[in-house]
């Protein structure tokens, strides 16, 4: 089992960031990929981001290219999601995922955190 708790939600105006973070306990991190999906309130959720085993690979969603990164340090067990120039579109609740899915993007994860709500006012 691995248990997946994210921080660093809360509200910001547009323009501004905020970093998550998704701290992992359990079995061995490194050995998951990790992803970021959110999930507006209506609205499916929605691939963010995600990160391979070790880093080395990275994927993102159209709506974080060029704005989120996402990144990891395995010796803290724990994954970032930097996101600058916040849009109010951006709201959502946000979720880390950890496990071994098909492909990144899909949400086939293992393991999933509470979620931490992040809302952008205009």
């Known amino acids: 089992q691995v248990q997946l708790v994210e921080a660093g939600g809360g509200l910001v105006q547009a323009g501004g960031s905020l970093r998550l973070s998704c701290a992992a306990s359990g079995r061995t991190f490194n050995n998951y990929r990790v992803g970021w999906f959110r999930q507006a309130p209506g609205k499916e959720r929605e691939f963010v981001a995600a990160i391979s085993r070790r880093g080395a690979s990275t994927h993102y969603g159209d709506s974080a290219k060029g704005r989120f990164t996402i990144s990891r340090d395995n010796a803290k067990n724990t994954v970032y999601l930097q996101m600058n120039d916040l849009k109010p579109e951006d709201t959502a609740v946000y979720y880390c995922?950890?496990?071994?899915?098909?492909?990144?993007?899909?949400?086939?994860?293992?393991?999933w955190g509470p979620g931490t709500q992040v809302t952008v006012s205009s």
């Open positions: 995922a950890a496990g071994t899915p098909l492909l990144p993007t899909m949400s086939t994860y293992d393991y």
